[in-house]
Nanobody
Framework: QVQLVESGGGLVQAGGSLRLSCAASGSILRINAMGWYRQPPGKQRELVAA???????NYADSVKGRFTISRDNAKNTMYLQMNSLKPEDTAVYCC??????????????WGQGTQVTVSS
């Protein structure tokens, strides 16, 4: 099986920074696209940023210029550097990944999420 574990969330003041990590482990043969999603309180989950296996990125308009997504393929880990945080960035942040594993064809896996709270 494949597991995704997020870390790096927490409480930060507006204007501050956080760096999230998403580490994939298990019987991984290849990881294709990876992404960060967030679900603010009382709202639907939304895509924050995504990155292909080759490093092509895309971002939600609300985070462009403030957030940077990256990945280390050797470590099966993805990152989200969040700068100039705003109270409206408060949400549970989850990562997902499209993974070829030893026991299945490409499947999408999700982490359990990490809370990010930005105080004003």
């Amino acid at each position: 099986q494949v597991q995704l574990v997020e870390s790096g969330g927490g409480l930060v003041q507006a204007g501050g920074s956080l760096r999230l990590s998403c580490a994939a482990s298990g019987s991984i043969l290849r990881i294709n696209a990876m992404g960060w999603y967030r679900q603010p309180p009382g709202k639907q989950r939304e895509l924050v940023a995504a990155i292909s296996s080759g490093g092509t990125t895309n971002y939600a308009d609300s985070v462009k210029g403030r957030f940077t997504i990256s990945r280390d393929n050797a470590k099966n880990t993805m990152y989200l550097q969040m700068n100039s945080l705003k109270p409206e960035d408060t949400a549970v942040y989850c990562c997902n990944a499209d993974v070829w594993s030893r026991y299945s064809t490409e499947s999408t896996y999700w982490g359990q999420g990490t809370q990010v709270t930005v105080s004003s």
